[in-house]
């Protein structure tokens, strides 16, 4: 895939690469028992891609392990989520120190600039120059020359994702985070994102999470945009004395996302060929409705 930009100041360039993923969704049961569960890649290079037969494979136990899932209680619990779905989290605050949201003044974290947002000690590191990775790129959808940027460093929010246009309303300058498509105009999004890893690992974060849950899919999304309550559809395994025990569906997650975020703990397992490289997190306090 190969891609050029000139825009009407001067600029003129292009960059290209290639692009190969696979996936496999599997399902089990029957009637209103039916449960199902996927596995994908997704490569710059062909070399780099597993076999059809390991995503298969893995796609099925996944799906094998979801058999005979039930509703969890409901009450106050700890939430474990797993890598496959972690960046969401971390999606989250993204979107809402995006220039368009903050320049509309309808986001949670308004007022957050310089302001603590995560937990010390973690950081979220924005860097589009990573080789092998799908996101990377040598400029903006505008032109301007990226460059690897701190968007909180040690638990604080250091500024704000920003395109020409964004920035012009704020008084502020362009982050180099401009990205178009060949019908719309310039909007900021952000590329290879990094949180901080812990050195726990996933085995370890459930053992110290004793009674819980632990998510593997999420179904749906209600997000108040400008405070942040967090009430979301999910699925995974029930945790008991920091065991999983069975599998478990048709529950709601409920918090507050600026106390979720200053609430988790990462474990240690990210994957390396992720544009967004976010480990298993674990949340303290949410509000798990079930049976």
């Known amino acids: 895939r190969a891609m050029h930009l000139a825009t009407s100041n001067g600029f003129s360039g292009g960059y290209s690469r290639t692009s190969h993923s696979l996936s496999a969704v599997a399902f089990t049961g029957s009637g209103t028992n039916m449960e199902r569960d996927w596995a994908g890649e997704g490569r710059i290079y062909a070399t780099d891609m597993p076999s059809a037969d390991e995503i298969g494979a893995l796609a099925a136990q996944r799906t094998l392990e ?26 989250h605050l993204l979107s809402a120190i995006n220039g368009a949201t903050i320049a509309r003044g309808a986001s949670w974290l308004l007022d957050a600039l310089g302001k603590q947002v995560l937990p010390t000690g973690l950081s979220v590191i924005e860097d589009p120059h990573r080789p092998r990775i799908s996101g990377s790129r040598p400029f903006d959808g505008e032109g301007l020359p990226t460059a690897k940027r701190m968007i909180v460093q040690d638990g604080v929010l250091m500024g704000w994702t920003l395109d020409l246009g964004t920035a012009r309303k704020l008084g502020m300058t362009s982050t180099a985070n401009a990205s178009r498509g060949t019908s719309s105009p310039p909007s900021p999004s952000t590329s290879n994102i990094d949180l901080t890893q812990g050195t726990a690992s996933r085995a370890d974060l459930l053992r110290d999470m004793g009674t819980g849950l632990l998510v593997t899919s999420m179904i749906g999304s209600t997000i108040n945009p400008t405070t942040g309550d967090y009430s979301r559809g999910a699925s995974g395994f029930w945790v008991q004395d920091g065991q999983i025990t069975y599998p478990v569906n048709e529950c709601t997650i409920a918090g507050n996302l600026r106390d979720m975020l200053m609430h988790l703990t990462p474990a240690n397992d990210a994957k390396a060929h992720f544009s967004t490289r976010v480990p298993s997190l674990l949340v303290e306090g949410l509000t798990l409705a079930g049976a």
């Open 66 to 91: 979801r058999a005979g899932s039930v509703k969890p209680p409901t009450g106050a619990y700890p939430v474990l989520y797993d890598e496959r779905i972690a960046s969401s989290l971390i999606g």
